[in-house]
């Protein structure tokens, strides 16, 4: 084993903990709201750092290993144009702030508020089942790395027979998400992903910090700078050989980020959770900041695990590392071991133990909100449309709990049977594709296009989730297919938009009512920027930047730091781009300039680790100041109630 009896006691101490804080929480779920969205009192601090680190799960940082050790530090400069694409979402409220107005507590209660209820069934059944895919990997990920880190044995004795450990860490894994989400559903989630949240990002630092001291930065350059022509981990400008994760991988992400806002479900309730549309889009602001530190170490470790596999200098650790993977068979689990068999070689005791922490961290926040999410959308929008009673509130938080333990069990099994092929992130794409392919034209007309039809909904969804079954299918029975799972997203959002707009055009209805359905009376206007129900706005640049009345003057300075932020990243990734285009620029002068990047982000992420953990820490407060005093409301269960006929309600 690598771990030592510290390790294992930090590892034990913070589990108990995060025990802990799930049973604190139980004693504030009173009602179906609560259990699903945290009755609406969650704070755009804590929701910052709670649905980032329910994204960034163990999974998620597996996969950024194995992109990033393919793609190097180019992929990130590419990602800098991105960050405009984010400001602009974020900005302008884009999808989100129009799907909190609904006051829907989950997607597909949004499309049969827009459209009908046998889309919502259908939908709902659809993001289920292509949730349920993309989930099933997740135990089989955790538990291979936790084996592979702590040194564990591939069998143990039990009873006297001996047992395989991969099956028992992913049932210690599963069954540790799943007392979160039993004990509390998404008031337990939130607490415990905040806590951890914080826990991570500290992490984060230290580590990333700690292998920078270790392994020099002439070693990484020297290593790094040994790459194949045209596949330079170094230089963004001769990347055309890096396989799968180039720049046409990049492009398609940045229209899924427009075209998918919203469109997976995997953290829904987080949706919901907000105590406001504002305190919804504030968050996504934060978002801007909070990614900083996970970024730079998921960035930086696996180009140190390169360096540690292909410098002279670390010959033995690299030796002994490329003997345990050829003791895996799968040649494609290869790329998800390598990094984290590095740092074995790398950490010392204690902070050994800190990353195994910060993993089954990421485990669990990842875990616990797909369990919520994808049972929450079984039971939200398959079974309760279908049934003529309504559930009795403990009913209904019974069939809550049925479901998680129900979708618990089915990525148990998956996971163990499942013979995975492709990268992580490769299948997340086409698997994911089967519902958000179609979603985001759903959602996006949906909410902006009143021209929008439900025939339009229908075809658009069977598009997209046919192109990405379709790629599937190809990648099972042709081996090698040229097409990869990112190609076949960006292929199934195409299709998909190009249907729901020319099935609108060619059978028009009569246009819908989006003022009522989002609660706008007398047709106001209460978007983001308009000014809202406070008056008009007293300057046109602040509307134009998506300010409105309800923006407080801290609001507006922490939007104008995101703004410079951002923006300045993205004049130096233009002008860098003009300037290489028209200049041939080394690798030592991308080496000098990624040493500078990193030094401003270790900077800016240890402010932001402070600024976040203070702020989520109020808002945890507020959120159970609330929750101990709200009045609840039994009807507020995500069911659609329409107004009887001749009603003016």
């Known amino acids: 084993m690598h771990m030592t009896g510290i390790d294992w006691g930090i590892l034990a101490l913070f589990a108990a903990l995060m025990l802990a804080s799930a049973l604190f929480s139980r004693r504030f779920v009173r009602g179906v709201a609560d259990f699903l969205a945290a009755g609406r009192t969650a704070g755009r601090y804590l929701l910052s750092v709670s649905q980032g680190a329910s994204a960034i799960g163990a999974i998620t940082v597996v996969g950024l290993f194995e992109m990033n050790y393919v793609a190097g530090f180019p992929m990130t400069w590419w990602g800098f144009s991105m960050a405009l694409v984010v400001l602009v979402i974020t900005v302008s409220g884009w999808v989100v702030y129009r799907f909190r107005q609904t006051r829907a507590l989950t997607l597909a209660q949004f499309f049969e508020m827009r459209y009908s209820r046998g889309f919502r069934i259908f939908a709902g059944t659809t993001c289920f089942l292509s949730g349920l895919v993309n989930f099933g990997i997740f135990p089989a990920v955790g538990a291979r790395f936790f084996i592979y880190y702590c040194g564990l044995p591939q069998a143990v004795p039990l009873l006297g027979v001996l047992v395989p450990t991969f099956p028992l860490v992913m049932l210690a894994l599963l069954g540790t998400a799943l007392f979160f989400v039993f004990t509390g559903g998404q008031v337990a989630v939130i607490t415990a992903d905040f806590l951890q949240g914080v826990f991570i990002q500290a992490v984060f630092i230290a580590v990333t910090l700690f292998v920078l001291a270790r392994v020099d930065w002439t070693q990484i350059v020297t290593a790094l700078s040994g790459?194949?022509?045209?596949?330079?981990?170094?230089?963004?400008?001769?990347?055309?050989?890096?396989?799968?994760?180039?720049?046409?991988?990049?492009?398609?992400?940045?229209?899924?980020?427009?075209?998918g806002t919203m469109a997976w479900q995997g953290t829904q309730a987080y949706n919901a959770s907000a105590a406001s549309a504002h305190e919804a889009k504030m968050a996504q602001v934060l978002n801007n900041w909070r990614i900083l530190p996970q970024s730079l170490m998921l960035l930086v470790l696996p180009l140190v695990a390169y360096t540690v596999l292909h410098h002279p200098d670390f010959a033995g650790a690299a030796e002994a590392v490329r003997g345990t993977l050829a003791t895996v068979p799968n040649e494609a689990l290869h790329g998800q071991l390598r990094t984290p068999l590095v740092l074995t070689r790398l950490l010392p005791a204690g902070l050994l133990g800190l990353f195994a922490a910060m993993m089954l961290?990421?485990?669990?926040?990842?875990?616990?909100?797909?369990?919520?999410?994808?049972?929450?959308?079984?039971?939200?929008?398959?079974?309760?449309?279908?049934?003529?009673?309504?559930?009795?509130?403990?009913?209904?938080?019974?069939?809550?709990?049925?479901?998680?333990?129900?979708?618990?069990?089915?990525?148990?099994?998956?996971?163990?049977?499942?013979?995975?092929s492709e990268a992580i992130f490769l299948f997340f794409a086409i698997t994911g594709a089967i519902f958000a392919g179609g979603a985001g034209a759903v959602i996006i007309g949906g909410l902006y296009w009143k021209r929008g039809t439900t025939a339009a909904a229908w075809a658009a969804m069977l598009t997209g989730s046919g192109v990405a079954v379709g790629g599937i299918v190809l990648q099972q029975l042709l081996p090698g297919f040229p097409i990869n799972g990112q190609m076949f997203w960006g292929l199934a959002m195409v299709a998909a938009s190009g249907v729901y707009v020319l099935v609108s055009l060619l059978a028009p209805r009569p246009a819908a009512d989006l003022e009522r359905m989002l609660g706008r009376a007398g047709g106001r206007e209460d978007a983001p920027g308009s000014g809202g129900p406070g008056g008009a706005l007293q300057r046109r640049g602040l509307r134009l930047l998506g300010m409105g009345a309800e923006f407080t003057r801290g609001d507006r300075a922490i939007y104008a730091a995101s703004c410079i932020w951002t923006f300045s990243w993205v004049a130096l990734f233009l002008a860098g781009t003009l300037y290489n285009l028209t200049h041939t620029v080394g690798d030592a002068a991308w080496a000098r300039f990624w040493r500078v990047y990193i030094h401003i982000h270790l900077v800016v992420s240890c402010l932001v680790l402070v600024w976040m953990s203070a702020g989520g820490a109020r808002d945890l407060r507020r959120m159970f100041g609330r929750l101990r005093t709200q009045a609840r409301d039994a009807a507020d269960d995500g069911t659609v109630r329409r107004p009887a006929p001749g009603s003016d309600a």
């Open 227 to 259: 790459a194949p022509a045209d596949a330079s981990l170094l230089n963004p400008f001769r990347t055309a050989k890096v396989p799968d994760f180039n720049l046409g991988y990049f492009l398609i992400g940045v229209l899924g980020a427009f075209y």
């Open 361 to 420: 961290a990421a485990s669990i926040t990842t875990e616990n909100s797909y369990m919520h999410s994808w049972a929450s959308i079984l039971v939200q929008d398959v079974i309760l449309p279908l049934r003529r009673r309504p559930f009795t509130p403990r009913q209904h938080l019974r069939a809550l709990r049925l479901a998680i333990l129900g979708v618990t069990l089915f990525i148990f099994c998956f996971s163990l049977l499942f013979q995975q």
